[in-house]
């Protein structure tokens, strides 16, 4: 399941980008700002799961 979620939260990061940058190069404010709390969505996600992964880590010795 961790692998999934790591998929997931780079899967948010990488449309988040490109919402921005479209939102950006048509001048729509409303799809950049999407575009940001997507990436920040995905960043999150991958934040937790590196916490997880970390906490496994340490237990399991």
Not at 17 to 38: F, Q, S
Not at 39 to 55: H, L
């Amino acid at each position: 399941m961790s692998g999934e979620e790591k998929m997931r939260a780079k899967k948010e990061q990488a449309v988040g980008k490109a919402k921005e940058m479209v939102g950006r190069v048509i001048g729509n404010d409303r799809l950049t700002a999407k575009g940001r709390a997507e990436q920040v969505k995905g960043s999150a996600r991958e934040a937790k799961e590196k916490i997880k992964d970390t906490f496994k880590d340490t237990f399991k010795k």
